[in-house]
DNA sequence: GAACATATTTAGAATAGTTCTAAAGATATA
DNA sequence: TATATCTTTAGAACTATTCTAAATATGTTC
């Protein structure tokens, strides 16, 4: 279900979000926005490394910090793993985590109905629920 | 609302768990299980070095990691933090995080009710919720 | 309670993930 | 075209945690 975006579009998006349009920034963007599915750094700089002349890992770092400041990607951190992972997905959403396979799923905000019956003083800005399980084939 | 345990329950807590019940291990519990609110294992070094002779910061790792896998805490990784955050709190249950304080809060299962509409294939097995705001005084 | 096996603690080295530094290179601006 | 500004880079540094191997403590047997 991932999107497809030329390189022109791609870099429409990296400028309206204030990101200057290098060559690196849009090849990151082409793997994160159209291709991986909740990729970590390591994943990133795996895939830059094999299909770019040359990348270092600072740059891979520096991008994708710079695409969650301008809110072109969210960083998660779940249970399972100490590494970072970001999601393409910026609306807000749940996620389902598959233990077996390690693979995460976004689950539209819709799908989810949290009723909760918190003391007033308690004031909330976001939910996220996080579902463990497996997804059976 | 923490429980008040004296070295003689706290001993007994680690035996019942198969934890050999060491001097280091009781202080330890002493904090966490009594004291402590969502500690870090800096935090449990800090207040272990303060309060005892002498302990090593490996032995506070390796004592957060027999508490854990003897199931008498829980290791807990938040978005907002890389450490790990243990959770005497071994219930299913949920969390609040006070954004301005940093504090966590539990807040247990039957005060949250979520009702997903996931596809058949997901088979979950657990639900965890984190709220994410802050808590008026 | 001495002797032995087993488990725990320790200091310090090692590792993993990420960030920092400062120099070199690219890009945009005047 | 010169100049200021950003970006990239290699490598060092940093943070949280784990590992290693030696020393110490604990439990067990006679």
Redesign the interface.
């Known amino acids: 279900m991932k999107i497809s975006l030329t390189p022109q579009e791609i870099e429409k998006r990296l400028m309206d979000a204030g990101v200057q349009p290098t060559l690196q920034r849009i090849a990151i963007c082409r793997y994160v926005l159209c291709e991986a599915d909740h990729p970590t750094a390591e994943q990133v700089k795996d895939w830059a490394q094999q299909n770019l002349d040359k990348i270092s890992q600072a740059t891979v770092y520096n991008t994708m910090n710079a695409l969650v400041d301008a809110g072109l990607l969210r960083?998660?951190?779940?249970?399972h793993t100490?590494k970072v992972i970001y999601d393409d997905n910026i609306e807000d959403h749940h996620h389902?985590f598959d233990?077996e396979t390690g693979r995460l799923?976004d689950?539209p905000e819709e799908?989810?109905?949290?009723?909760?019956?918190?003391p007033?003083?308690?004031?909330?800005?976001?939910?996220?629920?996080?579902?463990?399980?497996?997804?059976?084939?």
Do not use: C, H, M
């Open positions: 960083a998660l951190r779940l249970p100490e389902f233990e799923y689950l799908q989810i109905d949290v009723r909760s019956k918190l007033k003083k308690f004031k909330t800005n976001r939910v996220e629920v996080l579902f463990t399980g497996k997804v059976e084939d």
